[in-house]
């Protein structure tokens, strides 16, 4: 059984950096590509960043192209965000999605498990 379990979000001022993580256990995390995904009340999820399963290959959606940093440890079955220059805009549950295959995947209906999300908050 796949668990994915976010962690690092919280309260910070624009402009300042927020590190996320994402434990994985239950799967073989190398064989994985991963995503984050962030979600507003009363919107859509919508695509933060990807990695491919090596971690070669990254993938960001615009609005955070320049400002976030996905990364992955495969010997430790986690995945990161980091996020700089954070903005009011920015504020939403961040969730990781998990989904096997070699390529990237940019779409909520490509994932197959996901975690409980992590509640990231910019003041400004």
């Known amino acids: 059984q796949v668990q994915l379990v976010e962690s690092g979000g919280g309260l910070v001022q624009a402009g300042g950096s927020l590190r996320l993580s994402c434990a994985a256990s239950?799967?073989?995390?190398?064989?994985?590509?991963m995503g984050w995904f962030r979600q507003v009340p009363g919107k859509e999820r919508e695509f933060v960043a990807a990695?491919?399963?090596?971690?070669?290959?990254?993938y960001y959606a615009d609005s955070v192209k320049g400002r976030f940093d996905i990364s992955r440890d495969n010997a430790k079955n986690t995945l990161y965000l980091q996020m700089n220059s954070l903005k009011p805009e920015d504020t939403a549950v961040y969730y990781c999605?998990?989904?096997?295959?070699?390529?990237?995947?940019?779409?909520?209906?490509?994932?197959?498990?996901w975690g409980q999300g992590t509640q990231v908050t910019v003041s400004s």
């Open positions: 999605a998990a989904r096997i295959g070699i390529v990237i995947f940019t779409t909520v209906r490509e994932y197959d498990d």
């Open positions: 239950g799967l073989t995390f190398s064989r994985f590509a």
């Open positions: 990695i491919s399963r090596s971690g070669g290959y990254t």
